[in-house]
């Protein structure tokens, strides 16, 4: 009998290598995240392997699933403690090592294996652990399997089965390499900054490049779980800058930034210009709707207003569907709706037949980036993004609020907002035209201005981005003013950036 996880253990003591230490908020909306050690430890780990089998059993998907670790110095310890919970729930297990999130969707495919527990942090800063889950491919879990997740994990409602079985996958990285670089090679002479922040896509993306027929500038493609430079985060605007910097130094066509597990792409033009992921999924429904006409697009409530208003995407037929911010949600809606694509500000894109399986993948995304140059040989990065009608955003901010509290205070800031319609108040000095409150509250101005608030799915943090399409001057209103009714809750800290 396996005990009942606890939420709190002290370490270094018996209690501790003796009892499995589970911290409740670990269990997100659509994955899972913990600071290891301090939130769960590894017996910990081995009873989400038990619940996971479990789970799988309940849905009766076939108990076979694919794992693989991200490049951090505890990740492997960690999986081989969910693997150890995942065979003795009789679930056959199939290691490919280390690896990207995208390389294990892939590997569902490509194995035939129905489930998958990718263990990854993702951005997350190291003493981030966390594992991102699935059982009917392309899709990864949601709140009502995370929810009935919890409730086994947390109350040990699992039990052991005969059947598990342990299989390692050799050489599958390569597999994963040959699979997206099996196609023709780009005919324009490219030259590409690849970014990867010594994190995990260092041992596959320059390859890929190089693969498809681009020269790589090489940055930061050395293996270092320390992350000495910055935390591989192509949202964050230090890795953002490196990546500029290098594309300036050595004449790059293009700059590409990739996360710690390799599922979202980052870019920054030839003029060193850094480009928010959302500008760059208008840019990519342009080129492919170009050669798809009517093709609808998810996109999700952090990204630009230009999904719905740019001409060249209303001449080209594209219907646009903001849906709730998340690789699962909008993962679900692209293969609910039939989607082309999916894109998220943070860089998660989700691509459909033909371009990908369903999944986000950051070097897919790299590589629809380098096909749109490609097919528009006369201009530059630079040319494509001038296109676009101008819109000042910001980045994602994100200000401090702990994981107990923070869905209350985004409760709290829509009703605010919510009430400040219902009298007719002003926010930023106008009128509020539309309330989006699909995932938080998207507040939007008379003149198309808007501001967001969320709480963020994986850390303790909210989510703020304000975008206008009049100016910057209207842009740092809307903050305030957004700032000014967050400020309203004690409870929200500072923030991780602002612009």
């Excluded at 709190?8 to 018996?14: A, K, S, W």
């Excluded at 646009?320 to 699962?328: E, F, L, N, R």
């Excluded at 409150?437 to 008379?446: H, I, Q």
């Amino acid at each position: 009998m396996f005990p009942k996880p606890l939420p709190q253990l002290t370490p270094n003591t018996y209690e501790y290598e003796t009892l499995p230490l589970v911290k409740p908020t670990g269990f997100r909306e659509y994955d899972a995240r913990w600071l290891f050690e301090k939130e769960i430890n590894l017996m910990g780990v081995q009873a989400l392997g038990l619940g996971l089998g479990q789970l799988l059993h309940e849905l009766g998907t076939k108990p076979e699933i694919v794992t693989g670790h991200d490049f951090r110095g505890y990740s492997s310890s960690i999986k081989y403690a969910l693997i150890a919970g995942l065979m003795a729930a009789g679930v056959k297990v199939k290691d490919i090592g280390l690896a990207l999130s995208p390389m294990a969707y892939f590997a569902q495919f490509d194995l035939d294996v129905p489930a998958v527990a990718m263990v990854t942090a993702s951005h997350n800063d190291n003493g981030w652990t966390g594992v991102k889950m699935g059982a009917a491919r392309p899709l990864t879990f949601g709140p009502d399997e995370m929810s009935r997740l919890k409730d086994i994990v947390l109350n040990a409602k699992f039990e052991t089965r005969s059947g598990g079985s342990y299989e390692f996958i050799e050489g599958f990285g390569q597999r994963y390499i040959n699979d997206l670089t099996n196609r023709p090679k780009l005919t324009r002479k490219l030259k590409v900054v690849a970014a990867c922040g010594n994190g995990t896509a260092a041992a596959f993306a320059p390859q890929v490049l190089e693969g498809i027929g681009v020269e790589v500038v090489p940055l930061d493609t050395n293996l270092d779980h320390t992350f000495p430079r910055y935390n591989p985060n192509p949202e964050d605007l230090k890795m953002l800058h490196a990546i500029a910097d290098a594309v300036r130094e050595s004449g790059a066509d293009v700059g590409l930034g990739f996360d710690g597990d390799g599922d979202r792409c980052g870019v920054v033009d030839n003029n060193g210009n850094e480009i928010f992921a959302d500008k760059i999924g208008v840019m990519l429904a342009r080129d492919l709707s170009a050669l798809h006409p009517g093709a609808t697009f998810v996109v999700d409530v952090k990204s630009t207003g230009l999904f719905d208003t740019d001409p060249v995407l209303r001449a080209n037929g594209v219907k646009a569907d903001y849906w709730k911010t998340g690789h699962s949600y909008i993962k679900r809606r692209v293969k609910e709706l039939n989607a082309l694509a999916g894109f998220e500000k943070s860089g998660h894109f989700f691509f459909n037949a033909p371009v990908g399986r369903g999944y986000d993948d950051g070097l897919v995304t790299a590589i629809a980036v380098l096909d749109m140059l490609d097919r528009n040989p006369a201009k530059s990065m630079a040319d494509l993004y001038s296109d676009l009608p101008q819109t000042w955003g910001t980045p994602t901010m994100s200000p401090h609020c702990a994981d107990e509290i923070k869905y209350d205070v985004v409760e709290r800031v829509t009703q605010r907002f919510k009430d400040l319609q219902a009298q007719g108040g002003q926010v930023a000095g106008q009128a509020i035209r539309d309330l989006v409150t699909v995932n938080g509250v998207r507040v939007v101005a008379e003149d198309g201005t808007w501001g967001l608030v969320r709480a963020s799915s994986n850390k303790p943090e909210l989510v703020v981005v304000i975008e206008s399409p009049v100016s910057e001057a209207r842009t740092r209103e809307m903050f305030k003013a957004v700032d000014d009714i967050l400020r309203e809750n004690p409870e929200v800290g500072a923030y991780n950036q602002t612009f």
